[in-house]
C-alpha cells in the first residue's frame, strides 16, 4: 500500500485498472451445532496480472485464515465457528476485498441443520409395534432401532427401556444388538434351538446320501448358530447358520459322511451346535453292515469276560474268607461249565476245573483229567498255560523235588513274560524260596507291577503279605497306595494298616488325592486320632481349602491337634455360610496372630461381632484388631458382607474424617446380585447420570455392584454380547445398611459421585432447585463421569435458578468451576448475563466465544466491550473487534468501543465513513484512522462522496506530505482521465500547493490548467498561475487541448494560440497518427496530411495545427498498438471559427480578425430589406491597422514566425 501511494506521489497511474473476478454465488454453509467449517473461495485477476490486497469478514464468527494476498489468481481459507447456533439457525455476513483491483463484496450465509435420522415418518410409532415389526421384519426393524430418532419411541415409556437401550448400544452395533434390547427389557423370550433326536445310527452302507438335521427355533428373533464336528469324516455343510436362513424358524442342516475317513468297527462323531447360552450335541454312530450271527458272537464274547470276572472275584472272595471253600467251589464251577460251553478248545477251563477238584481233594479225578493234558499242545505252546499246568501237577503230586523242579521251569517262564499276573501268582506259589522269605515275595510282586504286572490278584497276594505283617508297608509309594486302594475298596483294611498308613502319610511330602481317600476311610473305620492329623497334615500340604476339607480342619481343632498353620486353614476352608460361634481356641489364637487374608480377618471378625454376646472377654480383645482392620480396608475400598458387618459395627465408634468419608462413600451403595442362569458371566451397570456403565464378572452366580439411584439398570450377559435379562436395584441386595453413614457421608464427602446421584434422587423428578440443594447440583455438575446429558440437565436447571435469583448468593465458585464448553447453547447466554454483571470479564469473554453473542442484550455486550478493551489496553483482538463492530452497527456503543474501533476496524469504505461520522459527533481524535481510510482509498483507487471531506479534514490538521501529494495526484487524475470535477475546495487546494511553489506531478499542474479552462472568470493570481504553468509546459514542448479555451481568458504566447489542438487518449505505449485535411470557403484539399501526434502524459496524445479563420479541419486518428494492430477514428470536423484570443496585437491574429470582417462584410453586404451595411469602414480599418504594425514590426523588430 505504502508503494503505491508513493508511485501516486510521483503520478504514475494505471492506464488500465486491475479488475477482480469474483464468485459468482454466495458463499453458502451447512453445519452441525457447536461445529466449525473450514473452506474456501477463490477469485482472479481478469486479465492474469498482479493484485495485493487483504480480506476482511464482517462476522466475528467467520475467520479468514489467509487475509493477505499477493498474486493473480487467490484462494482465501476460511473457518465458521458455530458455536453456540441452534438448529435452523442461520448467520449472514460479508467477505470483504479491499485490494488495490478495487472492493468487492462476497455475502455468506451459514446455517446449522442437525442431519435427519432417515425421514420424519418412524417405521413403528408404540413400542408394542416395533416389537411386532422385529418379529416380521428383523432387518427394517435393526435399521430403525440404530436410528437416531428411535429414543423418541422410548421417550414416554419407562426409564428402564431407554437405559437398556443405551447400554446395548454402547457394547456393539452388531445385529445381535437388537435381540438383547428386546430379551433384556422383557419384551420378548430368549430364542433357543432345539433338535428332534440327539443321536442316529447307520451303516456304512448308508453313508453314500446326504443327510439332515432339523434345527428348530422357539420364537422368531435373531440368532447365529456355530456349527462343529469333532471327527474329520463327519462333514456338515456350513460352519454358521445365520439368523435370516431360518424359515418359519426352521433350519435344515445338511451333513455327509466320508466313507472313505472311517475306520473298522463302530465309528463315534459328534456334532455340535451352539448358540447363545446354548450348546446342543448330536451324536452320530456309523456301524459295520451287522448280520445276526455277528451280532450273537459279539454278545457271547462280552458275556465271557463277564464270568472270567466273575470267577476271579470268586476266588478273591473265597481267598479273604468271604465265602466257604463249596461256595467257591461250586459257584466257580458253574461259571466254568458255561465257558466251556463257549470255548470247548480253551485249556485254562479245564486247568480250572483240575483246581477246583484238588481244593475238594477229589485227587483221583483230578489225577485223570491231568493225565489226559499231559503232553497237549496248547499247553507247551502257551507259557501262561505251561506254568499254571505244571503248578496244578505240583498241587497234586505234593513231591517236593519234583515242586523244585517245575518252579525252575515256572521262573523261567515267568523271566519270559514279566507283564503276566498269571505265571507270577503261580510262582508265589511254587517257589520254596520265596515262601521262606516273605519280604523278597513282596518285593517280588513290587518290581513286577513296576514292569507293569497288574492285577487284583497279585494285589490281594501283596496285601496279603502286608496284613500279616503291616511292618514290610515302610513307604506310600505307587505300589503301596494301588495296594491299599485295593484293600479300601474291598474293605478289608485291618486297624493296624490303619496306624502305619497314618504314621506313614505324616511323613509325607506332597498332597496326594488317593492317600487322601486311603486316610478318609481308615478314619471312617476306626476313628483315631493320628489319622485325623494325618488327614488335615496332607490337606494343608496341598493348600486345600474347598469345603470337604472343612471337615477335617473342624476336627483337628476340636481334638487340639498340634499341627502347624491348623487353625489359618481352619479359616481358609470356613463355609461363608457358618452360622455357629467360632471355637475359643481359634479366636483366642487369633486374638495375637492375623495371618490370614482380609476376606477371612472379616468372616473372623464378622463371627466375633455376630456373637460378642457369648464371650465377652474375647470380644474386647479384638476390638482394637477390628478397628484398625476397619479403617484399612475401608482405605482400600474393599467391601463384601462380613466387612459391611465390621464397618457398621466398628465406624459407629470413630471420629469420621474427610477422607474416611471418601472412602466410605465409595462402599456405601455396593449391592449384591445373584442369577441362576448359568451362562451369566458379566453384569453391566448402567446410570441414567453417568456416560460410562461398569462391568463386572459374575462369579458362580454373584457378583457385587455399586447402586447409587434407584433407577439404574443392570445388564446380565453370557461374554459374548448375548444379553440374558435386565435386573433393577430393587432385585439386589445392598450389602451394607446406610443408616447414620450417608448423613456423615453428605457432611464430609458432599462431592463424591455417589452421594451427590444418591443426594439428586432423594429430590425427585424433577428436580428441585433451591438454596438448600443447589451446593450439591453444582458440584455434580463439574463430575467427570457425568452423562453430557444429564450434565446439560443440571447446568440448566443451575443456570435457571441463578438467572432468576440472581441476588440469592455469590455464585462465583459455580462459575469458576463450570466449564463454559458444558452449557447448553440456547441458555449459555443466561451464563453470559450474570458473569457481566458479576464483572466476571474474562470468563464472560470466553462465554462468547463459546456460545455466541446473539442472544445476549446489546447493552450487556457493550459493557462487556468497553471493559474488555480496557483491560486489555485497547490491544488488537480480533473476536472482541468483531463484537464492537456488532453493537456499534446496532447502534449501541460508547466513546471506549468507538476509539478502538477507530484503532483497528478495517472494512469497506462505506462502514469506515460511517464510523468517521459517529466519530466527529463525540468530537474524538480522528488522525491516524483518517490517514488509514485515506490511504485505503488511494489503494484502491475508489473514490467516495465523502473521501473529499475526509481530505479536507485531515489536512487541516497536519497532513502527511506524500499523502497528501499522492491524494491531489489522484484527484487530478480522475478528472483528467475520467472527467470526475474535484470540489473547489481540493482545487484551491492544489492551487496553494502549487503556490507554495512545491514540486507537483504534471497532472496536478494540467488539473489546474483544466480547471481555469473551465472556469467562467479568472482572476488575475489564477490567470498568472496558469500562464506560468503554459510556459513551464511549452519549455517541454508540451501543449494540451485545454488550450482552446484558455486562450479566451488569457493571453497566450502567438506560437500557441494560432493552433487547433487535436487531443487523442490511449495507452501511453501506443502511438498515434492523425490525418487531416483543412478547407477554406475558396480551397478544398483532396488528399489528408499525415502528421504523428506527440504523447504529454498518461496516454494523452496532441497536435496542434495551425488555422485561419474560417477553415475547417477534417480529420481522423490511426492508433498503432503495441502489438502492431491498428485501429481508425470516425472522420470529425474543426471549425477555426472568429478571434478567441486576448492577444490582438499580433500579426496571427490580426489577419484572423481581418478574413472575419471581410467575411462578416460579405455575408452583411445586403441587409434582408435590400439596403447596404452600415459599416464599411470597419474591413478597412483592419487592413490598414495590419501594414502599419506589419511596417513597424520590420523596421523595430525581427518578426515571430
Not at 438454596?771 to 435457571?800: K, N
Amino acid at each position: 500500500m505504502i508503494g503505491r501511494i508513493e508511485q501516486m506521489a510521483r503520478g504514475v497511474f494505471r492506464y488500465e485498472a486491475l479488475k477482480l473476478v469474483m464468485p459468482e454465488e454466495p458463499v453458502k454453509i451447512v453445519l452441525k451445532k457447536a461445529e466449525t467449517y473450514t473452506g474456501k473461495f477463490s477469485m482472479k485477476e481478469e486479465n492474469d496480472r498482479l493484485v495485493k490486497g487483504e480480506v476482511y469478514s464482517s462476522s466475528p464468527r467467520m475467520q479468514v485464515l489467509t487475509p493477505e494476498f499477493r498474486d493473480s489468481t487467490i484462494e482465501i481459507d476460511y473457518i465458521f465457528d458455530a458455536a453456540g447456533m441452534l438448529d435452523k439457525e442461520e448467520a449472514a455476513g460479508s467477505f470483504w476485498v479491499i485490494c488495490d483491483a478495487g472492493e468487492y463484496e462476497l455475502p455468506f450465509q451459514a446455517s446449522v441443520r442437525q442431519p435427519a435420522a432417515g425421514g420424519s415418518v418412524l417405521p413403528a410409532d408404540t413400542l408394542e409395534a416395533f416389537v411386532k415389526l422385529a418379529a416380521e421384519d428383523y432387518e427394517e426393524a435393526y435399521r430403525f432401532f440404530v436410528r437416531r430418532d428411535f429414543e423418541q419411541l422410548l421417550n414416554a415409556e419407562d426409564q428402564k427401556y431407554r437405559e437398556i437401550y443405551r447400554g446395548c448400544l454402547k457394547t456393539t452395533m452388531e445385529k445381535q444388538v437388537l435381540e438383547g434390547f428386546l430379551v433384556a427389557a422383557g419384551l420378548k423370550p430368549n430364542a433357543r434351538i432345539s433338535i428332534d433326536s440327539y443321536k442316529i445310527r447307520c451303516y456304512r452302507s448308508d453313508t453314500k446320501e446326504e443327510k439332515v438335521l432339523p434345527i428348530r427355533k422357539s420364537v422368531p428373533g435373531y440368532l447365529n448358530v456355530r456349527v462343529s464336528a469333532d471327527v474329520p469324516w463327519l462333514i456338515p455343510d456350513t460352519s454358521l447358520i445365520h439368523s435370516g436362513t431360518f424359515h418359519n424358524d426352521l433350519y435344515e442342516l445338511h451333513y455327509r459322511i466320508d466313507s472313505g475317513s472311517l475306520h473298522s468297527g463302530k465309528n463315534f462323531g459328534k456334532i455340535t451346535l451352539e448358540a447363545p447360552g446354548q450348546e446342543l450335541v448330536y451324536e452320530v454312530e456309523v456301524a459295520e453292515a451287522v448280520y445276526e450271527d455277528v451280532r450273537r458272537k459279539r454278545e457271547r464274547r462280552l458275556e465271557v469276560k463277564r464270568r472270567q470276572v466273575r470267577l476271579m472275584q470268586l476266588y478273591m472272595d473265597f481267598k479273604q474268607r468271604k465265602i466257604p471253600l463249596k461256595t467257591w467251589t461250586d459257584h466257580s464251577r458253574e461259571e466254568i461249565e458255561w465257558l466251556e460251553k463257549a470255548d470247548d478248545r480253551n485249556v485254562f477251563y479245564v486247568l480250572v476245573k483240575i483246581q477246583l477238584l484238588l481244593a475238594e481233594r477229589n485227587n483221583e479225578e483230578a489225577r485223570h483229567m491231568l493225565n489226559k493234558l499231559d503232553g497237549n499242545a496248547e499247553i507247551k505252546a502257551q507259557p501262561e498255560a505251561r506254568g499254571y499246568y505244571l503248578y496244578l501237577q505240583s498241587l497234586y503230586s505234593r513231591d517236593r523235588s519234583y515242586i523244585n523242579k517245575v518252579s525252575y521251569e515256572v521262573k523261567e517262564l515267568c523271566g519270559k513274560c514279566p507283564g503276566s499276573w498269571k505265571l507270577l501268582w503261580v510262582l508265589l506259589y511254587m517257589d520254596e524260596n520265596l515262601e521262606r522269605n516273605q519280604e523278597r515275595k513282596l518285593e517280588l510282586i513290587e518290581q513286577r507291577f513296576l514292569q507293569g504286572c497288574a492285577s487284583p490278584m497279585i494285589y490281594l497276594e501283596a496285601y496279603d503279605l502286608i496284613r500279616k505283617n503291616p511292618g514290610r508297608l515302610n513307604k506310600l509309594k505307587n505300589f503301596e497306595l494301588q495296594i491299599l486302594t485295593f484293600a479300601v475298596r474291598h474293605g478289608v483294611v485291618t486297624r493296624e494298616i490303619a496306624e502305619r498308613v497314618s504314621m506313614l502319610a505324616a511323613k509325607y511330602k506332597k498332597y496326594e488325592e488317593i492317600l487322601y481317600r486311603i486316610l478318609v476311610y481308615c478314619y471312617r473305620e476306626f476313628e483315631m486320632k493320628d489319622t485325623a492329623a494325618a488327614i488335615c497334615s496332607l490337606l494343608i500340604k496341598g493348600n486345600v481349602t474347598d469345603t470337604g476339607a472343612f471337615e477335617w480342619y473342624a476336627l483337628g481343632v476340636e481334638q487340639e491337634l498340634k499341627i502347624t498353620r491348623l487353625y489359618e486353614y481352619y479359616m481358609y476352608a470356613l463355609p461363608q455360610d457358618y452360622a455357629q460361634a467360632l471355637p475359643q481356641q481359634i479366636l483366642l489364637y487369633f486374638a495375637y496372630h492375623s495371618q490370614l487374608d482380609y476376606r477371612k480377618r472379616a468372616q473372623l471378625y464378622a463371627n466375633v461381632i455376630r456373637y460378642r454376646e457369648q464371650n465377652l472377654p474375647v470380644y474386647q480383645k479384638f476390638v482394637p484388631l477390628m478397628e484398625r482392620f476397619a479403617l484399612e480396608q475401608l482405605m482400600e475400598r474393599r467391601i463384601n458382607e462380613n466387612l459391611a458387618e465390621v464397618y457398621q459395627h466398628v465406624l459407629k465408634e470413630i471420629q469420621f474424617t474427610g477422607e474416611l468419608a471418601w472412602a466410605l462413600a465409595d462402599v456405601l451403595f455396593t449391592c449384591r446380585l445373584n442369577t441362576d442362569d448359568t451362562k451369566v458371566k458379566y453384569a453391566t451397570v448402567i446410570h441414567p447420570g453417568l456416560d460410562k456403565e461398569r462391568r463386572v464378572p459374575v462369579l458362580q452366580g454373584t457378583a457385587y455392584v455399586r447402586l447409587y439411584t434407584k433407577n439404574a439398570v443392570i445388564l446380565l450377559d453370557d461374554g459374548e454380547e448375548h444379553w440374558c435379562e435386565a435386573l433393577t436395584p430393587a432385585q439386589c441386595i445392598r450389602v451394607m445398611k446406610n443408616g447414620d453413614f450417608l448423613d456423615k457421608c453428605k457432611e464430609l464427602a458432599g462431592g463424591h459421585m455417589g452421594i451427590l446421584l444418591h443426594v439428586c434422587e432423594e429430590q425427585g423428578r424433577p428436580l428441585c432447585y433451591n438454596d438448600e440443594t443447589i451446593a450439591f447440583y453444582e458440584a455434580l455438575s463439574v463430575q467427570p463421569g457425568i452423562s453430557s446429558s444429564f450434565s446439560r440437565q443440571l447446568r440448566s436447571g443451575i443456570l435457571d435458578y441463578y438467572y432468576e435469583n440472581r441476588e440469592s448468593r455469590d455464585p462465583d465458585g459455580f462459575l469458576d468451576t463450570f466449564g463454559n464448553e458444558k452449557f447448553p447453547a440456547k441458555e449459555a447466554h443466561k451464563l453470559t448475563e450474570i458473569l457481566i454483571e458479576r464483572g466476571k470479564y474474562p470468563e464472560a469473554y470466553t462465554a462468547v466465544n463459546a456460545y455466541g453473542y446473539e442472544r445476549i442484550p446489546l447493552r450487556m455486550l457493550v459493557k462487556l466491550c468497553a471493559r474488555l478493551v480496557m483491560m486489555n489496553d485497547y490491544e488488537q483482538d480480533r473476536y472482541l473487534l468483531g463484537l464492537c463492530a456488532y453493537v456499534w452497527e446496532n447502534s449501541k456503543y460508547d466513546l471506549v468501543i468507538l476509539q478502538y474501533l477507530l484503532a483497528w476496524l478495517k472494512g469497506p469504505q462505506k462502514q469506515l465513513f460511517e464510523l468517521w461520522n459517529c466519530a466527529r459527533k463525540f468530537e474524538t481524535d480522528t488522525y491516524e484512522f483518517e490517514e488509514r481510510v485515506l490511504m485505503q482509498i488511494l489503494f484502491t483507487e475508489q473514490m467516495s462522496e465523502q473521501g473529499d471531506a475526509m481530505f479536507l479534514d485531515y489536512c487541516r490538521k497536519g497532513p502527511k506530505h506524500r499523502l497528501e501529494s499522492a491524494y491531489l495526484a489522484w484527484e487530478s487524475w480522475l478528472y483528467i482521465m475520467q472527467g470526475k470535477k474535484p470540489g473547489t475546495p481540493v482545487m484551491e487546494l492544489l492551487a496553494r500547493e502549487y503556490r507554495r511553489k512545491e514540486r507537483l506531478p504534471d497532472i496536478c499542474l494540467l488539473a489546474i490548467l483544466t480547471w481555469a479552462g473551465e472556469a467562467e472568470a479568472l482572476s488575475e493570481e489564477e490567470q498568472k498561475t496558469a500562464l506560468e504553468i503554459i510556459r513551464a509546459f511549452a519549455d517541454r514542448d508540451m501543449y494540451f487541448a485545454v488550450y482552446q479555451e484558455l486562450k479566451k481568458k488569457i493571453r497566450m504566447p502567438q506560437e500557441l494560440s494560432r493552433n487547433a489542438y487535436l487531443e487523442y487518449r490511449t495507452d501511453e505505449k501506443s502511438s498515434v497518427v492523425v490525418s487531416y485535411k483543412i478547407n477554406s470557403r475558396d480551397t478544398r484539399e483532396e488528399a489528408y496530411f499525415c502528421e504523428e501526434m506527440k504523447h504529454m502524459l498518461e496516454g494523452i496524445f496532441v497536435i496542434g495545427i495551425p488555422m485561419f479563420y474560417g477553415e475547417t479541419l477534417q480529420y481522423y486518428f490511426t492508433e498503432i498498438r503495441s502489438d502492431g494492430t491498428k485501429s481508425n477514428s470516425d472522420i470529425r470536423f474543426y471549425l477555426q471559427g472568429g478571434p478567441d484570443t486576448v492577444a490582438a496585437g499580433m500579426k496571427f491574429d490580426m489577419l484572423n480578425a481581418v478574413l472575419m470582417l471581410e467575411e462578416e462584410e460579405r455575408q452583411n453586404s445586403v441587409q434582408k430589406d435590400g439596403s447596404k451595411s452600415a459599416h464599411p469602414d470597419k474591413l478597412a480599418d483592419r487592413m490598414r491597422e495590419y501594414q502599419e504594425v506589419k511596417m513597424l514590426t520590420e523596421h523595430l523588430f525581427e518578426l515571430k514566425e
